[in-house]
């Protein structure tokens, strides 16, 4: 069983920076890939940027400039730079086992981090 734990979530100003973290606990052998998704109030979960266990990523081309999604084992981060009230939304960590066109299907879930931008 696999649980990831998201941490960094916090209120910025617009052009601020944060950086969100994961950690992988539990059983990894399911976590080939991680990724980030997001999800703002009204709206459906939208993919924000993943990687692989051989290091792809894929970035979603509204934050592609901004964003970077570097990985460390099994721990996940999400730097993001010049934060808009765009971005605001929760964002929620996931892991998979499965790795298709730069985004990773995921297995599990996070229970999520606040980023609001004001």
């Known amino acids: 069983h696999v649980q990831l734990v998201e941490s960094g979530g916090g209120s910025v100003q617009a052009g601020g920076s944060l950086r969100l973290s994961c950690e992988v606990q539990?059983?990894?052998?399911?976590?080939?890939?991680m990724g980030w998704f997001r999800q703002a109030p009204e709206k459906e979960r939208e993919w924000v940027a993943a990687?692989?266990?051989?290091?792809n990523t894929g970035v979603a081309d509204s934050v592609k400039d901004r964003f970077a999604v570097p990985r460390h084992g099994n721990d996940l981060y999400l730097q993001m730079t010049s934060l808009q009230p765009d971005d605001t939304a929760m964002y929620y960590c996931?892991?998979?086992?499965?790795?298709?066109?730069?985004?990773?299907?995921?297995?599990?879930w996070g229970q999520g981090t606040q980023v609001t931008v004001s």
């Open positions: 996931a892991a998979g086992r499965k790795w298709e066109g730069s985004h990773c299907v995921p297995d599990n």
């Open positions: 539990g059983y990894t052998f399911d976590t080939s890939c």
């Open positions: 990687v692989d266990i051989d290091s």
